[in-house]
């Protein structure tokens, strides 16, 4: 059994890798065992997808470089990745974590999963105090907070949001630093809200994290969700760098 400290911020908790655990494949071959933990190397692998960076950079806390891209890449040639997503939803559903929405008329019966993901809120329509929708974002490998989607409007959940968002206005170097998105979204970017057409937006600091519910209907060319998200609650456990990066999806 491991019994490496968890010490570093992002890591595994005991919980999660309590969770985990059982799900993984047994060893390759008995013999020898590694001088790394999998709880070590699959730590590696987590920080390299947050970090973007390339594996010779994987901290050596984590194991050998080579070792840690060798698990990554071994279980993602036979599918364990795939497999243990699967199971962790499985867990998920059964946790309740995992909606299903069930649309019946005369002629057909569809099936729509929703799940809950995280996401960061880069803009609000309406203004801060009282948030009309929110307009998510996630960061992409070179570090640029990518548009995503947009929540339904928050109701009075935005009274008790606003207090958490500040307005967009960075310097660097003695100049400002233009926010990521355009003002207004544009059109093609706000097509799943009701109108097609500029959105104007009030931008934030993209430092808070919220819990949302989706949909499957993501549409993979453009990184955007088709329908509207809802949000359920911030996640003031998680900074943005817990949050899933916007190639990943």
Not at 18 to 39: F, K, Q, T
Not at 101 to 117: I, N
Not at 158 to 172: C, I, K, M, S, T
């Amino acid at each position: 059994m491991d019994t490496l400290a968890v010490t570093r911020r992002h890591d595994l908790t005991d919980a999660q890798w309590d969770r985990l655990e059982p799900l993984l494949p047994a060893p390759r071959r008995p013999g020898r065992p590694s001088l790394w933990s999998r709880r070590q190397l699959i730590d590696g692998i987590r920080w390299r997808v947050r970090a973007g960076t390339p594996w010779r950079d994987v901290p050596d806390c984590y194991g050998s470089w080579s070792a840690v891209y060798a698990l990554f890449r071994r279980w993602q040639r036979d599918g364990t990745w795939a497999r243990l997503l699967r199971m962790l939803q499985a867990i998920a559903d059964a946790d309740g974590r995992v909606v299903w929405d069930v649309s019946v008329d005369s002629t057909t019966a569809q099936v729509r999963t929703r799940s809950t993901v995280e996401a960061i809120v880069g803009g609000v329509t309406g203004s801060l105090s009282a948030p009309g929708s929110l307009l998510l974002g996630r960061y992409n490998e070179r570090g640029r907070l990518r548009y995503v989607g947009a929540a339904h409007p928050v109701g009075q959940a935005g009274v008790e949001l606003g207090p958490a968002l500040e307005r967009y206005v960075a310097q660097r170097h003695g100049g400002a630093v233009p926010h990521p998105w355009p003002q207004p979204l544009p059109a093609a970017w706000s097509g799943q809200l009701a109108h097609r057409r500029p959105l104007p937006y009030v931008a934030v600091r993209p430092t808070v994290v919220v819990e949302i519910e989706v949909d499957t209907a993501f549409d993979e060319p453009v990184g955007r969700w088709r329908h509207r998200v809802r949000f359920v609650r911030v996640r003031a456990d998680l900074s943005v760098y817990d949050v899933r990066r916007a190639a990943e999806f």
